[in-house]
């Protein structure tokens, strides 16, 4: 299994050592035939960004590197040298190529390319239903976990929203065994993140959806992760989360706001405070000053 954390993406790789580590996968390759340096395998490589980088290896490792650097497969590439990309006709933009010897080691990725749309898309009907999508948030509002009868059978259900980062809801509705995987979330207090993949979008009875756009899974064909650790989840599992401890004249309440709320109370984005810090932060004694200045102050809050 690859660790994300120790990758470095195309557009960083530099020439001043050979021990780097790079998620990619190959675009395109040819042979070449040169008088001075014999035959060689050019390669056109990118990352999950979309950076693309120039890659060459020597006759005696081509067919290695065929066989476990086959086209559009996600690799690792560790130990490999990186130099200065020249000639008159460039396949990319990138100042640098990588060239892959013998002690570069090639090995299988465990990366999930997610193709995530806007909430706002799905809700507006703007993308079309009949193909499947990937969707992730956190979780909010979920209901128990129901037994209905369909067609005469049993069969269990889940309804709940997810919420993006931006405050953003959209309705979810999980039957069979993917309802089951949730029953152990029902009294879960910690925030949870949810990964629907191949996913649905319904357009419901009215009568039975409320009249509102809601993902559904398509019978066995979608992928359900909670609390994912791919890249991209963990990149969303770390937005700006503002939790607070709120009263009013009859009760308190625990809230926990997401990124453009949290800003305009704040008054400032959370790369601003944490840095790059994020764990440093999560000590309540070292609090960033604008955080610890909204203790005591008042806020209309109205939930639409």
């Known amino acids: 299994m690859s660790n994300n954390a120790s990758l470095t993406p195309v557009k960083d790789l530099k020439p001043f050592k050979t021990k780097w580590r790079s998620q990619v996968k190959v675009l395109h390759s040819w042979l070449q035939n040169t008088g001075f ?45 990186v130099s200065q990309a020249s000639g008159q006709y460039r396949p990319t933009s990138h100042p640098y190529k990588i060239t892959i010897s013998d002690e570069t080691v090639i090995s299988n990725s465990d990366l999930i390319v997610l193709s995530l749309p806007r909430y706002e898309d799905i809700i507006d009907g703007t993308l079309k239903t009949n193909f499947l999508i990937d969707v992730m948030g956190k979780i909010v509002s979920l209901e128990p976990v129901q037994t209905v009868q369909v067609e005469g059978q049993d069969r269990k259900k889940v309804q709940f929203r997810l919420l993006d980062a931006n405050g953003k809801d959209l309705a979810c509705c999980l039957w069979g065994k993917y309802a089951e ?16 993949r191949f996913a649905k979008i319904s357009f419901a009875k009215i009568s039975f959806y409320r009249g509102e756009v809601k993902i559904t899974n398509a019978f066995d064909a979608s992928i ?26 009859t009760e308190t309440c ?13 008054g400032h984005e959370a790369v601003d405070l944490w840095d790059d810090s994020y764990d440093v932060i999560e000590d309540p004694e070292l609090l960033p000053e604008q955080v610890r200045a909204l203790e005591g102050k008042s806020f209309v809050l109205a939930f639409l």
């Open 254 to 266: 625990k809230l926990l706001l997401l990124n453009t709320v949290a800003k305009t109370i704040v």
């Open 224 to 249: 359900v992760y909670l609390d994912p650790t791919m890249e991209k989840a963990l990149q969303f599992k770390e937005k700006f989360k503002l939790h607070l401890i709120v009263r009013d004249d």
């Open 37 to 81: 340096g014999g035959e060689t395998l050019q390669m056109v490589l990118t990352d999950e960004q979309g950076e693309k980088i120039s890659a060459t290896c020597k006759r005696n490792n081509i067919l290695s590197v065929q066989r476990k650097l086959p086209l559009g497969k996600w690799r690792v590439l560790t130990t490999f040298s």
């Open 181 to 196: 995987k949730m029953e152990a979330c029902v009294e879960r207090e910690q925030p949870l993140i949810c990964l629907i």
